[in-house]
C-alpha cells in the first residue's frame, strides 16, 4: 500500500470533479480542495496539540509533578481535544467517509477509545505508579495504530 496523497490530484484546480469522493457538489474544484486543506491542516493541528500535551502531562506523571494537577492543566486538554474531536467530524462529513461504513474510520474511532480509556489510567485512574506507567504506555503505542490508521487509510497499516 503506498502513500495516501489524498482525494484529489497534484492540481486541483485542472480537474473538474476528479476527485473519488462526491463532497464536491458543484462547487469549483479549487476551492473545495481549500477547504479540505484547511480542514486537514487544523486537524492536524489539534493533534499534534494533543498528542505533545499528552506527552507532556505523562512525564510530569512520571516525575511525580505537583503542576499536573494545575488548572491549565486540568482544562487545556480538553479544548484542544474538543477542537480536535470537532476537526474530525468536518473532515468525516466534508469526505462522506463515516465509522461503522469505512473500515478505517472504524478503526480510527475505536483506537481513540482505547487511547482515551488507558490515557485517563496512567494521569488519574491508576492505582499503583506500575498500573500508570503500563497506561502510559499502551496509550502511546496507541496514538501510534492510529497515526499508521490514519496515514494510510488501512486498519492493518500497521502489519505490513
Known sequence: MGRWEGPW??????????????????????????????????HL???????????????????????LASKVLRILPHVIDTLLLASAVWLVVM???????????TAKVLGVVVYIVLGSIALRRGSTRRMRLAALAGALA??????????????FAWLA
Open 45 to 67: 493541528l489539534f493533534v499534534a496539540l494533543s498528542i505533545g500535551l499528552f506527552m507532556f502531562r505523562g512525564a510530569l506523571m512520571v516525575v511525580e509533578s505537583a503542576l
Open 9 to 42: 490530484p497534484a492540481n486541483p484546480a485542472s480537474a473538474s470533479n476528479a476527485c473519488n469522493n462526491t463532497f464536491m457538489d458543484g462547487n469549483p474544484a479549487g476551492q473545495s480542495a481549500a477547504l479540505y486543506q484547511l480542514a486537514r491542516n487544523l
Open 95 to 105: 469526505l462522506r467517509e463515516y465509522p461503522f461504513v469505512h473500515g478505517w474510520v
Open 142 to 155: 496507541t496514538i501510534a495504530y492510529i497515526i499508521s490508521v490514519a496515514r494510510f487509510h488501512d486498519p
